[in-house]
Nanobody, 119 residues
């Protein structure tokens, strides 16, 4: 059983910063990629940023230069540092981990944390 627990969301003014954390726990031997997705009201869930086990990263164009994803493999934890926040960043942010399972791998999701950016 694997659980992802997120923390760090909240309300911030435009131009401010927040740092999200997500810790994976349970029967974990290794984690492939980890990432953050977000879903705003009335919109589809979209990838914000992802990081491989080796540290390679990719970002949505809308957050490049403002957000930074990092991970601590020893703690099975992924972080998202969000700077220069904009009202359009308002969404529920979900942590994702792609973890080996049997002969393959599967996605695990956190419960989501609300980020609200006021103008």
């Amino acid at each position: 059983q694997v659980q992802l627990v997120e923390s760090g969301g909240g309300l911030v003014q435009a131009g401010g910063s927040l740092r999200l954390s997500c810790a994976a726990s349970g029967s974990i031997f290794s984690i492939n990629s980890m990432g953050w997705y977000r879903q705003a009201p009335g919109k589809q869930r979209e990838l914000v940023a992802a990081i491989s086990s080796g540290g390679s990263t990719n970002y949505a164009d809308s957050v490049k230069g403002r957000f930074t994803i990092s991970r601590d493999n020893a703690k099975n934890t992924v972080y998202l540092q969000m700077n220069s926040l904009k009202p359009e960043d308002t969404a529920v942010y979900y942590c994702n981990a792609y973890i080996p399972y049997g002969l393959g791998a599967r996605d695990y999701w956190g419960q989501g944390t609300q980020v609200t950016v006021s103008s």
